[in-house]
């Protein structure tokens, strides 16, 4: 499991509407460029969202289910494609929040995922580049949200 934390002063409630929107993940994430609720889906377990995503020239989209929805605590969703899980723990901290996104393998990593990660058209090291991404997401969304509250 990959994970990664920072502080955010602001509440629970304020990080949750954005770390729990996937319409918006294009904001903050260096490679997702947003999701889209699938069939009139309302956010909760069970809902699914497109991901897309962009890495240099490759572009791909992903299917999500959401399998966490405990607002304001945790978001969870898995990634049908690379089996992988990725989630949001919200906990109030010193008069803010600390969010931590994490990532772990919900089971082995599908031929075609392998594939594309081994021919390194998503980065050399794509576990680091992933872990960088996560750092990178929580900065811009700790920026975005301590900057609404002003």
């Known amino acids: ?4 934390s920072i502080w955010v002063g602001a509440a ?3 990080v949750w509407a954005v770390v729990a929107d996937p319409t918006r993940y294009g904001e903050w994430s260096p490679e997702n460029q947003g999701g889209r609720w699938q069939g009139g889906a ?3 377990p069970g809902a699914v969202f497109k991901g897309t995503n ?9 299917t999500c289910t959401v ?3 405990d607002a304001p605590k945790r978001f ?3 990634v049908a ?3 992988m899980r990725w989630g949001y723990r919200l906990e109030p901290q010193a008069g803010g929040t600390l969010i ?3 990532r772990e393998h919900a089971g082995p990593l599908p031929i075609p995922a392998r594939i594309i990660t081994a021919s390194r058209l998503l980065g050399r090291d794509r576990e680091q580049l992933m872990v960088d991404g996560m750092q990178a997401t929580l900065e811009r969304v700790k920026r975005a949200v301590e900057t609404d509250r002003r």
């Open 76 to 78: 969870t969703f898995e």
């Open 81 to 83: 494609e690379s089996r």
């Open 67 to 69: 399998l966490e929805y």
């Open 1 to 4: 499991m990959d994970e990664v």
């Open 12 to 14: 629970p409630e304020a």
């Open 100 to 102: 931590t996104e994490w």
């Open 42 to 44: 309302a956010p909760g």
């Open 54 to 62: 962009k890495r240099g020239v490759v572009r791909w989209s992903t």
